[in-house]
T-cell receptor, first 114, second 111 residues
Framework: AQSVAQPEDQVNVAEGNPLTVKCTYSVSGNPYLFWYVQYPNRGLQFLLKYITGDNLVKGSYGFEAEFNKSQTSFHLKKPSALVSDSALYFCAVRDMVDDYKLSFGAGTTVTVRA | GAGVSQSPSNKVTEKGKDVELRCDPISGHTALYWYRQSLGQGLEFLIYFQGNSAPDKSGLPSDRFSAERTGGSVSTLTIQRTQQEDSAVYLC?????????FGPGTRLTVL
């Protein structure tokens, strides 16, 4: 079965510094990968997805993610973090058989300090 | 445009009571999902509806949980005889492609 792992429960960065949220995946075949963000008391919001094509995917709010097949990773990045980026971030992979299902990582809480 | 809406936003109930949670998907989205988000469990898939096809109920944790989708639009998740372990945030999502759009969730607290 496919799965994703987010090795860090929390990431703390200073505003203006680069932000990286890590995600590794385990799938047989070519993965469909997603990043979602959840602000307090809100539902998940789609940030970006990788299906095929360029390994560097650009998404909403200045975020991007790099698909690395050799390292089975899909890390989320932002060159200059904002305090407003403080939220809970989820990586997800689409099921290879039931392609409507997403398997989510445990989530990473990002705190950006002013 | 309008996003996915869910009601109520918060629900407090007593153990043993039944609850109904409602989801209004984005108009035109044929697929609808329910997830449960709880501490220590992350996001769990519960059920999936697609058009008029039979739903995938494989994620429902027990027979106390059921869901229906009327007219291919609004969905109701029903939990019978609630237990304290049912306390969680229940998220609904809808989609027309690979990207799922989530509602704000219903926070259920079972006392």
């Amino acid at each position: 079965a496919q799965s994703v792992a987010q090795p860090e429960d929390q990431v703390n960065v200073a505003e203006g510094n680069p932000l990286t949220v890590k995600c590794t995946y385990s799938v047989s075949g070519n993965p469909y990968l997603f990043w979602y963000v959840q602000y307090p008391n809100r539902g998940l919001q789609f940030l970006l997805k990788y299906i095929t094509g360029d390994n560097l995917v650009k998404g909403s709010y200045g975020f991007e993610a790099e698909f690395n097949k050799s390292q089975t990773s899909f890390h989320l990045k932002k060159p200059s973090a904002l305090v407003s980026d403080s939220a809970l971030y989820f990586c997800a992979v689409r099921d290879m058989v039931d392609d409507y299902k997403l398997s989510f990582g445990a989530g990473t809480t990002v705190t950006v300090r002013a | 445009g309008a996003g996915v809406s869910q009601s109520p936003s918060n629900k407090v109930t007593e153990k043993g009571k039944d609850v109904e949670l409602r989801c209004d998907p984005i108009s035109g989205h044929t697929a609808l999902y329910w997830y449960r988000q709880s501490l220590g469990q992350g996001l769990e898939f519960l059920i999936y509806f697609q058009g008029n096809s039979a739903p995938d109920k494989s994620g429902l944790p027990s027979d106390r949980f059921s869901a229906e989708r009327t007219g291919g639009s609004v969905s109701t998740l029903t939990i019978q005889r609630t237990q304290q372990e049912d306390s969680a945030v229940y998220l609904c999502a809808s989609s027309y492609s690979s990207e799922q759009f989530f509602g704000p969730g219903t926070r259920l607290t079972v006392l």
